[in-house]
């Protein structure tokens, strides 16, 4: 692979090669490498190179673009080249590309495939998005228990060819129900004259068509295999799913779950490709709606108004008590939230959670009460901005911070696997989320607080 | 693979189940979703487990399971056991157990090894921790240009046993340098009379074992490779990496972001397994710089002192306004810093970010500005909290907001363009990171505007 310097080269001098050098160049890289160059770099002429691509690599390289210009592409496509990829590439490639077009376009296209193809393309597009259906490809080998070893390289040998992968084979019955998947390593290692039952062990784990991709993940993850056979509910082998594919699946969730935890909507393009329309909608919803239940700030505030008038004080540190409450919330949120995402722990575990977040709130609290009174003791040394009860007032801020700390601490813990639990995503228990809850809650600590040890001074 | 009742079932029947009842069990699964199953349930007796596993599903078993958990059952095994176990793992995993290891432990584990494996393990342990050369391993299969198809395939049944895939193929010169890797697919599809040589495209993609990890992942992703080659600088060919061990490492590295950007320093284990000394220090340093950095507010509230005794209506609106400059801020860091991540903007695009959060920032701001306008006005029909100048307060308020929001956003998006420029992890702009520096800024915007729209009234 290329540095990024070796990359912007490249790309510079496929922008200004004639087709010859261009030719050479392209000749140079793997498709995949080539794609990710086209992808990354906005002044390459794409025609120009699928121009002088030969056939296979073209529909490599094409299979690897983004969809966008995938799609630009193949309107500069005659009729003829536009067929060709579209029955060449496969199927699962197809299905990414297909299921983002316009119904028009998408009909045109289907119109373009061969029968065979065309009736691929309409049973995966059948499957619910998102669902691994939507990711499988019907190219896989799968070979009999009778088989002797050399029988199926013999096999592979002739129609391997269009196969996804050939790092794993499939054993059926004579049916079509998954029996088993052998690694191609066992057949690699085997004598020629065993048979494929003698490799079989029979533990096959299959994905359901119909599932969430998110299942196939974990699966992929506890597995380890490079590919994973679908089937239907019935054991029926319809297609297999290969980690490659499920690598972009992977980063596309947690990235929507970043974006969550950022507080804003998932964003459905990269972000530069994203319209500001888009932008700017997926952004203001959330916002809004944190601006919504921050409004109870301020009726909190008003709320206290008497006592804010009395000791205007008070007010200087509302910054610092609600934003000590909102970090230590986000700080909890994060850690249970990718916990649970990880499997670390589980909805039975919450009792120890809570434990463990209320003893950590218990000392991050006492931590930054200490530092907040002894900040104020420290002041009044050099100012007397605190008027002659600052003592009381350090009390307040301090005992105030390890509540609000051990209230944060605790809605950020609890607050994610509440919501797991009622059956919500967790992620949306976001940062400014918890921050915005734990505003509100947090005031009302604090002038509670300020009341009790204040009465009869201040207040 | 299993649901999570199917995993708590397994798990039940081999707590309570006799040895016999054991062995029987584990043969209907493999040793990936064994381990799965022990990592996940603290129930099993993981020793009774390994008495009743054959060798070479012990062994497989032993490399997937979670580093506590490996160095429990070690401390249990005999020297002999000890001794097989450690000779017969993969060097990649051994290196991840060895790394963790206390000193004293690891020269006892070493000395067990055979002198081949011993001179494997030190070459492996010399590399950088977080470096591709801890993550790889030396068995891999090499063939030579001049070698039939015929040879290669005979070749690889007899030594190929030990090999961490089979999946790629390495093309060395006779000195051992890195010529080309060839899917295993090529060999199976070509005549078995061609030459390695007429399969070769001699475009390989290398990585370089003293390269850092991350660089790994990208060219995993970008290459959508099984297995990856790993060379000195002059290209001479070391060992392999696989795709499953860098699932590891993608998952790790996005904990460790994930977490930096709930604001706290990243934890070296799961959740539940990390001490609490350990939790609550990880969490306490980030949480004492915020909580410093968002003293300034205080001193910033004190410095607009008389401003707040003459109009304590203004500190009602405090909370809502700082959370409405972090919240829009850590909305643009957390898309700024995924994008980033995922290669989708670069620091050279620093100029087109910039105008689209300027855009964003002001149209979110004026959104906001024109709710918080409404809220005042609305609130005055039914209480006058906000006194006679009402109008002058809402005007205020919604000029304030759209400049929070606006400078909220261009920090938030900005801030971690810069880090990343001046060489820091561009995670650490947190999303309680940019709300602190938003809040203290915040209150300056907010009480100069006060200032300006207020004087002669309330001011």
Redesign the interface.
């Known amino acids: 692979?290329f540095s990024?310097q070796e990359k912007e080269l490249l790309a510079e001098r496929m922008v200004t090669g004639n087709l010859y050098k261009l030719k050479h160049l392209t000749e140079?890289?793997?498709p995949?490498?080539l794609a990710?160059l086209i992808n990354?770099s906005k002044h390459i002429d794409v025609r120009k190179v699928f121009q002088v691509l030969e056939a296979e690599k073209a529909i490599k390289t094409f299979e690897?673009l983004d969809f966008d210009i995938q799609e630009e592409l193949l309107g500069t496509f005659s009729v003829e080249q536009l067929s060709h990829t579209l029955n060449q590439i496969s199927p699962d490639d197809r299905t990414a590309l297909f299921e983002k077009l316009s119904q028009e376009t998408l009909q045109k296209y289907l119109s373009l495939l061969s029968d065979e193809e065309r009736k691929t393309a309409n049973q995966l597009l059948q499957y619910p998005e998102d669902s691994i259906g939507r990711l499988m490809t019907p190219d896989f080998i799968s070979v009999k228990e009778d088989w002797t070893i050399q029988q199926v390289?013999d096999y592979?040998?002739k129609y391997?060819?269009d196969s996804e992968?050939?790092?794993v084979i499939y054993v059926t019955d004579p049916k079509g129900f998954l029996q088993d998947d052998i690694?191609?390593?066992d057949f690699?290692?085997?004598?020629l004259d065993k048979k494929v039952g003698d490799l079989m062990?029979r533990?096959v784990?299959a994905l359901y068509a119909r599932d969430d991709q998110e299942k196939a993940i974990?699966?992929?993850?506890?597995?380890?295999r490079?590919a994973l056979p679908v089937t239907d509910f019935n054991g029926l082998l319809l297609g297999i799913v290969t980690?490659?594919d499920m690598?972009d699946v992977?980063?596309e969730e947690?990235?929507e779950?970043?974006?969550k935890?950022?507080?804003?909507e998932a964003?459905s393009e990269?972000?530069?490709k994203v319209s500001?329309r888009e932008?700017?909608s997926k952004?203001?919803g959330?916002?809004?709606i944190?601006?919504?239940g921050?409004?109870l700030?301020?009726s909190a505030?008003?709320f206290f108004?008497d006592e804010?008038?009395k000791a205007?004080v008070l007010?200087?540190?509302?910054?610092?008590i609600?934003?000590?409450g909102?970090?230590?919330g986000?700080?909890a949120?994060?850690?249970?939230?990718?916990?649970m995402a990880?499997?670390?722990?589980?909805l039975s575990?919450w009792w120890?959670?809570m434990r463990?977040e209320f003893?950590?709130g218990l000392?991050?609290g006492t931590?930054?009460g200490l530092?907040?009174f002894m900040?104020i003791a420290a002041w009044t040394l050099f100012?007397d901005?605190y008027g002659p009860h600052w003592l009381l007032i350090a009390f307040t801020v301090g005992f105030t911070l390890i509540g609000v700390?051990l209230w944060g601490t605790l809605s950020g813990s609890m607050l994610p696997m509440l919501l797991k639990k009622l059956g919500f995503d967790p992620a949306v228990s976001s940062?400014?989320f918890i921050?915005?809850l734990v505003?509100v809650t947090g005031?009302i600590i604090y002038f509670s607080i300020a009341f009790l040890i204040l009465k009869g001074t201040l207040l």
């Open positions: 692979m990024e140079s890289v793997q995949e490498e990710e990354e690897n390289l592979i040998r391997g060819k992968t050939l790092n690694k191609v390593r690699l290692l085997a004598p062990t533990q784990v974990d699966i992929f993850k506890q597995t380890n490079v980690f490659d690598m992977i980063e947690d990235t779950d970043i974006q935890f950022g507080g804003t964003l990269p972000y530069l500001l932008m700017v952004r203001a959330w916002l809004i944190l601006f919504l921050e409004m700030t301020a505030m008003g108004n804010l008038n205007v007010a200087l540190f509302v910054p610092l609600i934003s000590s909102g970090n230590s986000s700080q949120a994060t850690l249970i939230i990718r916990a990880l499997g670390e722990i589980t575990n120890r959670v463990r003893l950590s000392l991050l931590l930054l530092i907040g900040r100012t901005l700390v940062a400014p921050a915005t505003d005031l």
